[in-house]
């Protein structure tokens, strides 16, 4: 009796330590399907499930939603000035001055694309959004990362696109086609 004790003790804590190694195997996977590696933000898959909520409470609430989509300008030149190595910290840099913008626990960014974001503000209108973009901005204008081949400014900079819907009169594809026109 002892022996099948003993045996099923040492069974159970493998099982544990199994279940603990599975647990965190998969927190890993998961993290990395939904953020972008580089930057450590939430990914474009990410983004589209963010988006299907937001907009399925706007839908019920009525309460607008607002998108901005951000490029950084001439990013291709700082590239060939400055290396892909400096291009990517430059990414992390901006993502984290976006980051450092957003004030409230719903408020969502995502990296795009290459050198492009998304923020999904909540419950915000355009006013709200404009003064989100200026922020962001003035983030970003304080680090001031060098770019000598920049037509805008000696630094880093941003475009962004601001559009401002109720769900209820929009489309998801719509309002991000929207702000992507905005952006250019």
Do not use: W
């Not at 001439?74 to 913008?101: E, M, P, S, W």
């Amino acid at each position: 009796l002892l022996m099948h004790l003993a045996v099923g003790s040492l069974g159970l804590f493998f099982i544990i330590i199994a279940g603990r190694k599975l647990i965190t195997a998969y927190e890993t996977i998961h993290h990395q399907a939904l953020f972008d590696t580089l930057t450590q933000i939430p990914n474009r898959r990410y983004f589209n499930q963010k988006i299907e909520t937001e907009f399925s409470r706007s839908q019920r609430s009525g309460i607008p939603v607002s998108i901005i989509m951000a490029d950084i300008d001439y990013f291709k030149r700082y590239n060939d000035v400055y290396g892909h190595a400096q291009g990517d910290a430059c990414l992390r840099q901006v993502a984290d001055a976006i980051l450092t913008a957003l004030g409230r626990p719903a408020d969502f960014c995502a990296r795009f694309g290459g050198e492009e974001f998304i923020i999904i503000l909540p419950d915000t209108l355009a006013h709200g959004a404009f003064h989100m973009a200026k922020k962001i901005q003035k983030n970003l204008h304080d680090l001031r990362i060098p770019h000598k081949r920049s037509k805008v400014q000696p630094f880093v900079t941003l475009s962004m696109g601001i559009v401002t819907k109720t769900a209820s009169k929009t489309t998801v594809s719509r309002i991000i086609k929207m702000a992507d026109i905005a952006l250019y």
